[in-house]
């Protein structure tokens, strides 16, 4: 393998800047690291010494309690600071947050904010490694990874998978990283959902458009349900969760119409009877669990590379056997 | 005798249909005389206008002046000296400043403070309702006694119908304009940056243009229904520029204005997330430019304006979202469009004048925009092959934040006179 200290840059903020090559560094170098999970000793020393800022200006129960895990287990000194309780919450702004995180001499800083752009703004004025945990509507690159790593498990190749994003493509940043990397990998991708919810212009990023989920049924080889926010309601955008299970809800009657056997994703937390039936998400199409467990293993791949790691010496994590 | 003869350079003004080799003479503060040959005698200074352009003076329909309230931004005095820089002999201040200027106090202490800042001449806009809020109407008659030449929520659209067709109807009384942000608030809602496939793809949420579109068409519809002056401000679609078209050949008092960004620059921009182009209206697709370009042109629209909205650096410096609308104009707005339209081919020299003076001076009613005899000797001098680099560091106005930084231009505004006195020089000419 030829993957230098470089491979991924000083940053990664979205899979959008990434080339298929580097993505695919990612994925490769996030296989040694899913069998730590499966361990006793759920560790390895790749990280130590290394400082890590998560920095979550907007709230998240899974993505940083994942990111959390991947430090860990590489063994990196972390801080979590959250919105609430910070200076963060009294009106200090992101340069001045990020002047003050440059002045502690951090390593790296896995950022989360509402606004889109956040993380490239903060990678631009800081030394430290940067990684984008969601910046507003933009772009959440390791959900984004850890979606098309559960798809290559599953299916063993991403060419010309047909791969279908159902729901809430507006508001979605993972759709958009879901799109910008299976795109570069060769995967053909749709969106379906309905019109309130597709952006303007979403086929030329590359994704073909359904207009009723049952023609994305016959379609893909593989769903990945989006969450749809409750806001979505109030503000108009759909008249009813009701009506949306209805319309584009996941159910087993549908998914049994499906040609072949459908491979169902969800980046979570799950709406269960709106986006997504039970009997679905609990069902044998289901690998929404299978995702949680490849999050961790292609953030500690992701963390690992920025840091500078080779990607051929990851390998090394599966004989160590810790301390 | 406080003569002043500007010898030898190209008169023109196109209001008066005059492009000549010549010179002007300025006594007591007016024009005298254009022409060829004109003597020095009784003159008391001669400015050496050879190789320059000699046009009347810019005329600004809107900027902000920033002050009362935000002078970290700008203040009356810095943004009426960066207007003369920029060859601005008169600019017109938007209200919305805090306090709003919706009162004849206020207009009256813009108006004096514009007096006394030595730059361009700051002629008030009032508020249409008070405090800019779309609900009571301002006193027309006691804001345009005070000086206002117009009324304006600056950047907010009157939402309601009924206060509009009142303002617009209630205007005519003193024979002011209603300059209007035209734009459909609820459909705008809180987008940031044209909706399109730039904003899908950088997940910033979109500003339709067709919230601009029926913006432009009530309110001209309004125009028509009651007579009234419109002024629609930044035109930045083609949609709307039609409808403007269409409404002007029907006999429609409207006029219409358009920025240098809005003419230059698209929604690609954006990418990288450079605050610096977050201006509202946004800017938006290369054809919305061209038509734009097209109606300048044709006279659609008669006058460029900057729509000046100096941002102190640390406001723009935030994620995108968080950092405020606007762009620095006043300093660059001539070089710009010399150097992408008349160069371009777009519009001829003196259309470009044109439409920097004349145009804004009819539409608002301002004195300005001519070289006739008798008129105000606001005059600008310009070097028109000059090649200079936008540096915005080198700007007068407080602020920085220009979408045009290190932009190569073509022409430079060396002198601006207002009221026949120098109100700017650019260092080391004569």
């Given at each position: 393998m030829s993957g230098t200290a470089a491979a991924l840059g000083k940053d990664l903020t979205g899979l959008e800047p990434l080339s298929a090559d580097q993505i695919r560094v990612i994925l490769d170098t996030a296989e040694p690291f899913k069998e730590i999970t499966g361990r006793r000793v759920k560790k390895v020393p790749m990280l130590r010494g290394k400082t890590i800022v998560n920095l979550f200006f907007e709230a998240s129960t899974r993505t940083r309690i994942s990111f959390e895990f991947a430090e860990k287990r590489l063994s990196a000194d972390t801080v979590n600071v959250g919105a609430v309780g910070s200076s963060v919450s009294k009106g200090e702004t992101l340069v001045d947050t990020a002047r003050n995180l440059e002045a502690m001499s951090i390593d790296m800083v896995v950022v989360r904010h509402w606004s889109a752009g956040a993380a490239a703004f903060l990678a631009a004025r800081i030394p430290s490694n940067v990684i984008n945990a969601g910046d507003g509507a933009h772009e959440h690159p390791t959900q984004g990874l850890l979606d098309i790593l559960t798809l290559r498990d599953h299916f063993g190749r991403l060419e010309g998978l047909r791969v279908c994003i159902v729901g809430d493509v507006l508001h979605s940043r993972v759709a958009r990283s879901n799109i910008y990397g299976l795109v570069k990998l060769g995967a053909r991708v749709a969106v379906c959902g309905p019109r309130t919810l597709l952006p303007a212009g979403i086929e030329e990023m590359g994704a073909r458009v359904f207009g009723r989920v049952e023609e994305a049924v016959e379609w893909a080889d593989a769903l990945n349900v989006l969450r749809l926010q409750l806001e979505r309601m109030q503000d108009g955008f759909v008249p009813s969760l009701r009506e949306y299970n209805r319309v584009f809800g996941i159910t087993r009657e549908r998914l049994e119409r499906a040609p072949g056997r459908l491979l169902i994703l969800h980046p979570g937390p799950m709406n269960r009877g709106v986006e997504i039936d039970s009997d679905v998400a609990d069902g044998p199409h289901s690998v929404i669990l299978r995702q949680v467990t490849n999050g961790v293993a292609v953030r500690m791949a992701v963390l690992y590379l920025l840091a500078g790691g080779a990607p051929h010496l990851a390998e090394a994590a599966r004989d160590w056997t810790g301390a | 005798m406080s003569g002043v003869l500007i010898r030898g350079g190209r008169v023109v003004d196109a209001a008066a249909g005059t492009d000549l080799e010549g010179d002007v003479l300025v006594e007591r503060g007016r024009i005298a005389a254009v022409g060829a040959g004109l003597g020095a005698e009784g003159a008391e200074a001669v400015i050496d206008a050879a190789g320059l352009v000699v046009a009347?003076?810019?005329?600004?329909?809107?900027?902000?002046?920033?002050?009362?309230?935000?002078?970290?931004?700008?203040?009356?005095?810095?943004?009426?000296?960066?207007?003369?820089?920029?060859?601005?002999?008169?600019?017109?201040?938007?209200?919305?400043?805090?306090?709003?200027?919706?009162?004849?106090?206020?207009?009256?202490?813009?108006?004096?403070?514009?007096?006394?800042?030595?730059?361009?001449?700051?002629?008030?806009?009032?508020?249409?309702?008070?405090?800019?809020?779309?609900?009571?109407?301002?006193?027309?008659?006691?804001?345009?006694?005070?000086?206002?030449?117009?009324?304006?929520?600056?950047?907010?659209?009157?939402?309601?119908?009924?206060?509009?067709?009142?303002?617009?109807?209630?205007?005519?009384?003193?024979?002011?304009?209603?300059?209007?942000?035209?734009?459909?608030?609820?459909?705008?809602?809180?987008?940031?940056?044209?909706?399109?496939?730039?904003?899908?793809?950088?997940?910033?949420?979109?500003?339709?243009?067709?919230?601009?579109?029926?913006?432009?068409?009530?309110?001209?519809?309004?125009?028509?229904?009651?007579?009234?002056?419109?002024?629609?401000?930044?035109?930045?679609?083609?949609?709307?520029?039609?409808?403007?078209?269409?409404?002007?050949?029907?006999?429609?008092?409207?006029?219409?204005?358009?920025?240098?960004?809005?003419?230059?620059?698209?929604?690609?921009?954006?990418?990288?997330?450079?605050?610096?182009?977050?201006?509202?209206?946004?800017?938006?697709?290369?054809?919305?430019?061209?038509?734009?370009?097209?109606?300048?042109?044709?006279?659609?629209?008669?006058?460029?304006?900057?729509?000046?909205?100096?941002?102190?650096?640390?406001?723009?410096?935030?994620?995108?979202?968080?950092?405020?609308?606007?762009?620095?104009?006043?300093?660059?707005?001539?070089?710009?469009?010399?150097?992408?339209?008349?160069?371009?081919?777009?519009?001829?020299?003196?259309?470009?004048?044109?439409?920097?003076?004349?145009?804004?001076?009819?539409?608002?009613?301002?004195?300005?925009?001519?070289?006739?005899?008798?008129?105000?000797?606001?005059?600008?001098?310009?070097?028109?092959?000059?090649?200079?680099?936008?540096?915005?560091?080198?700007?007068?106005?407080?602020?920085?934040?220009?979408?045009?930084?290190?932009?190569?231009?073509?022409?430079?505004?060396?002198?601006?006179?207002?009221g026949g006195k120098t109100a700017w020089k650019l260092a080391g000419r004569q």
């Open positions: - | 009347p003076g810019f005329v600004d329909p809107h900027a902000h002046l920033c002050e009362p309230g935000w002078e970290r931004r700008e203040t009356i005095r810095s943004g009426a000296r960066a207007a003369a820089a920029g060859g601005y002999a008169a600019v017109c201040s938007m209200p919305d400043t805090d306090p709003a200027v919706d009162d004849p106090a206020s207009v009256g202490f813009v108006a004096a403070e514009g007096r006394r800042a030595g730059g361009a001449r700051v002629f008030p806009a009032a508020a249409v309702s008070v405090g800019r809020k779309g609900e009571r109407l301002t006193e027309f008659g006691e804001v345009a006694a005070a000086g206002a030449v117009a009324v304006t929520d600056a950047g907010r659209t009157v939402k309601s119908s009924t206060l509009m067709r009142i303002a617009l109807e209630y205007a005519r009384s003193f024979d002011i304009p209603v300059l209007a942000h035209c734009e459909d608030a609820d459909l705008a809602r809180n987008g940031v940056m044209h909706e399109g496939v730039v904003s899908t793809r950088l997940g910033l949420r979109g500003r339709p243009a067709v919230a601009e579109e029926i913006g432009v068409a009530r309110d001209l519809a309004l125009a028509e229904a009651t007579g009234g002056r419109l002024h629609v401000q930044r035109v930045s679609t083609a949609a709307a520029a039609d409808l403007i078209r269409r409404a002007r050949r029907r006999g429609v008092r409207v006029t219409a204005e358009v920025t240098p960004h809005h003419l230059l620059l698209t929604h690609e921009r954006l990418d990288g997330y450079g605050t610096e182009y977050k201006v509202n209206p946004p800017l938006r697709t290369g054809a919305d430019a061209e038509a734009l370009r097209a109606a300048l042109a044709d006279g659609t629209i008669c006058c460029v304006a900057t729509d000046h909205a100096p941002r102190h650096y640390d406001e723009k410096e935030q994620a995108f979202d968080d950092a405020p609308f606007g762009a620095v104009g006043l300093e660059t707005a001539f070089a710009l469009l010399h150097t992408r339209l008349v160069a371009g081919g777009v519009l001829t020299l003196p259309e470009l004048l044109e439409r920097m003076s004349a145009g804004p001076a009819r539409a608002l009613g301002l004195p300005g925009g001519t070289l006739e005899p008798g008129r105000p000797a606001d005059l600008v001098l310009i070097d028109p092959g000059m090649e200079w680099t936008v540096d915005a560091a080198d700007f007068l106005s407080r602020s920085r934040n220009t979408p045009f930084r290190g932009e190569k231009v073509t022409g430079r505004v060396v002198r601006t006179l207002v």
